[in-house]
């Protein structure tokens, strides 16, 4: 069983910073992708950046130049920096991984419960 744990949510002003975590746990062999998704009320959701096992990164581009992914390949974890804060940034952002678990060496997609970013004066 594989679970990911999500961390750093919270409530921020416009212009300010905030750094989401990412653990993944369980029987896991190796990580493909990790990263992050979004959700905003009334949206659908949209992908945020992804790191992919040889650090190929992929940005939304509405946080290009403001968002910052990395990653542990070692502890399965995922990081996403966020400065420069803008209220359209407000949603509820979950983490995503494409892992090999040990069972079979299947690959499977993985998501967390999500954490919410709220970006308000």
């Known amino acids: 069983q594989v679970q990911l744990v999500e961390s750093g949510g919270g409530l921020v002003q416009p212009g300010g910073s905030l750094r989401l975590s990412c653990a993944a746990s369980?029987?896991?062999?190796?990580?493909?992708?990790m990263g992050w998704y979004r959700q905003a009320p009334g949206k659908e959701r949209e992908l945020v950046a992804v790191i992919a096992k040889n650090n190929s990164i992929n940005y939304a581009d509405s946080v290009k130049g403001r968002f910052t992914i990395s990653g542990d390949n070692a502890k399965n974890t995922v990081y996403l920096q966020m400065d420069s804060l803008k209220p359209e940034d407000t949603a509820v952002y979950c983490c995503?991984?494409?892992?090999?678990?040990?069972?079979?060496?299947?690959?499977?997609?993985?998501w967390g419960q999500g954490t919410q970013v709220t970006v308000s004066s």
């Open positions: 369980g029987s896991i062999f190796s990580s493909n992708v």
């Open positions: 995503y991984a494409r892992l090999r678990t040990k069972i079979l060496g299947a690959i499977g997609d993985y």
